[in-house]
């Protein structure tokens, strides 16, 4: 069974850090492209950010709203995805999912499973 | 960035009712479309991917149908655990975007 389990989350003041952690289990880690998105309090959904997997170099891509501010990292020896965040926001504050991505016959990737989700809240 | 445009953004349905949900993408994005549902205080759960295959589990109730830029989910009879906001997403292109959503409520 597949399994994403989000931690990290909680309570930071604007211009600090947090690093949320996805802890994953039941299928090969290192195959899959790996994927936040974020949903702040009554709001829609919004992609934050994605990284490849080894056979495409760990690439990683990024939302304009947090390129500079965020970045997506794995290990792959231990089955788990990053998220680092520094200058922090007010409107950073959401719940923050971690998504398991699977390659579609067009040979892009489409969201598959998600994670529980951490909420961070940026407030001081 | 392509926008994401979903239609209505609420409806109210009754029980075995067929509802049906629009999204239209401000360029083509071939068949790179999913949806996803989500219910209060739960995490999203993806339902359809390419815009008309089915996610390992789904009831074949929900069913996808389009291609470049209009697409349609339809639930074919609704049921009590359908009641919940829907949302479309394109991954043809960076960044990946997601409709507004479409609350689905009890008439």
């Known amino acids: 069974e597949v399994q994403l389990v989000e931690s990290g989350g909680g309570l930071v003041q604007p211009g600090g850090s947090l690093r949320l952690s996805c802890a994953a289990s039941?299928?090969?880690?290192?195959?899959?492209?790996m994927d936040w998105v974020r949903q702040a309090p009554g709001k829609g959904l919004e992609w934050v950010g994605r990284t490849r997997n080894k056979a495409n170099s760990y690439t990683t891509e990024y939302a304009a709203s947090v390129k500079g501010r965020f970045t997506i990292s794995r290990d792959d020896s231990k089955n788990s995805l990053y998220l680092q965040m520094d200058s922090l926001k007010t409107e950073d504050t959401a719940v923050y999912y971690c998504?398991?991505?699977?390659?579609?016959?067009?040979?892009?990737?489409?969201?598959?499973?998600w994670g529980q989700g951490t909420l961070v809240t940026v407030s001081s | 960035d392509i926008q994401m445009t979903q239609s209505p953004s609420s409806l109210s349905a009754s029980v075995g009712d067929r509802v049906t949900i629009t999204c239209r993408a401000s360029?083509?994005?071939?068949?790179?479309l999913a949806w996803f549902q989500q219910k209060p205080g739960k995490a999203p759960k993806s339902l359809i991917y390419?815009?008309?295959s089915l996610q390992s589990g789904v009831p074949s109730k929900f069913s996808g149908s389009g291609s470049g830029t209009d697409f349609t989910l339809t639930i074919s009879s609704l049921q009590p655990e359908d009641f919940a906001t829907y949302y479309c997403q394109q991954y043809k292109s960076y960044p990946l975007t997601f409709g507004g959503g479409t609350k689905v409520e009890i008439k």
């Open positions: 039941g299928f090969t880690f290192s195959e899959h492209y």
């Open positions: 360029q083509g994005i071939s068949s790179s």
């Open positions: 998504i398991r991505s699977t390659r579609s016959p067009y040979s892009n990737y489409y969201f598959e499973y």
């Open positions: 390419a815009a008309s």
